[in-house]
């Protein structure tokens, strides 16, 4: 019975790779020429919680499905359902999109922390953790939720590091997603990065790395029991040109929060336009115990409102922008966006 399934299975992938092969070989291209952001044309796969409705059951074998080398966008469309596996884009899987019936309809989860044993038994680490993992450029995610199921932490905790959510390439784009998990919930590791109308849920450090990323229209919520911290920003050199920039967001939820935390040396954050609810700790910004950081972080706010948006009690080593200061950080131009953001999608 289970060579029969097998055999099946792998006949259903040659015809799924021919049907790409075919596709490819249609379109007149040079796998010599630079890469660019390309929409079209596409190649549609589907994945179905029901066998007899979609191409897959599974996202990550219609990833699978695809060639080592990906050169056209394929857009895997994912129907409604609760998908609990772990999924992996390698490198070379270039210009995939990923796309939800709806951010409240088709979620991805899974449940690992830093803590689990990984293949060889030690520690998976939080880089391994995350529920959906995207290791290759040009990738898009519309509509759909990315979770990890662990539960909020006992404050203090060892271990408990959680990733949702995490892209290791440039040039993604992610409209109107959910991110959901803890602590550490949307590792946004390297790359540039565009999210628009998406809600992002943790409670320490939940949105970290060193990607240099724009957050536009985002919801931000805190579930932190005690002290949260919205940010991690791992910026560790003056000349890497990195950095988080939320503008027109909202930031609620519960417990006490930190707008950021210094997690490299020459971390920058700047929230501008945000509404900001009463859980913002006054002081706004910590240093990660080393006060050598306060020196050379980069934290600002411009034009803020809410409770709490107040500049008043901030840290003197965080700023409120001028006009001038604010301006690199406020439109798509941070993250070179007019060369690779495509919204007509």
């Known amino acids: ?10 006949q259903f992938s040659e015809q799924q790779f021919l049907k790409w092969v075919k596709f490819v070989g249609s379109l007149k291209h040079s796998v010599f020429k630079p890469a660019k952001n390309k929409l079209f044309p596409s190649f549609t796969l589907t994945v179905d919680k029901n066998p007899v409705a979609g191409d897959f059951t599974s996202i990550q ?25 772990k ?35 030690q520690p998976m680490g939080t880089y391994a953790s995350a529920t959906f993992a995207v290791n290759s450029p040009f990738f898009i995610a519309k509509n ?43 590792y946004d590791h390297l790359g540039r990065h565009y999210y628009k109308d ?11 790395g060193n990607g240099l990323s724009l957050f536009e229209g985002c919801h931000v919520h805190a579930i932190a029991q005690y002290t949260g911290a ?34 490299g040396p020459f971390s920058r954050v700047v929230f501008a336009y945000t509404y900001m609810d009463d859980i913002i700790i006054p002081k706004g910004w910590y240093n990660w115990g080393d006060p050598t950081r306060e020196l050379t972080v980069f934290y600002g706010q411009y034009k803020c409102t809410g409770p709490g948006a107040s500049f ?34």
């Open 61 to 85: 074998d219609a990833v699978d499905s695809l060639p080592f080398i990906n050169v056209v966008r394929v857009l895997i469309k994912v129907h409604a359902g609760v998908y609990t596996e």
């Open 144 to 186: 759909i939720t990315f979770k990890n199921t662990t539960p909020v932490p006992a404050p203090g905790a060892a271990g408990k590091q959680a990733v949702a959510f995490r892209i290791s390439a440039d040039t993604a784009t992610f409209l109107g997603c959910r991110f959901l998990g803890a602590q550490d919930t949307l």
């Open 1 to 10: 019975m289970g060579n029969n399934q097998n055999s099946t299975r792998t």
């Open 198 to 208: 998406c809600y992002i849920e943790g409670s320490v450090d939940f949105i970290f």
């Open 312 to 345: 008043a009690g901030r840290v003197a080593w965080s700023r409120e922008l001028t006009d001038e200061e604010a301006k690199p950080f406020l439109s798509l131009s941070y993250i070179d966006g007019s060369e690779w953001v495509k919204l007509e999608i």
């Open 230 to 263: 919205l940010t991690a920003q791992g910026r560790s050199s003056l000349l890497q040109d990195t950095g988080f920039s939320f503008v027109n967001c909202k930031v609620t939820g519960s417990g006490a929060l930190y707008l950021g935390r210094a997690w």
């Open 87 to 121: 999924v992996s884009i390698p490198p070379l899987k270039s210009f995939i999109t990923i796309e939800g019936a709806g951010a409240e309809k088709t979620i991805v989860q899974w449940g690992d922390t830093a803590q689990t044993p990984g293949p060889r038994g």
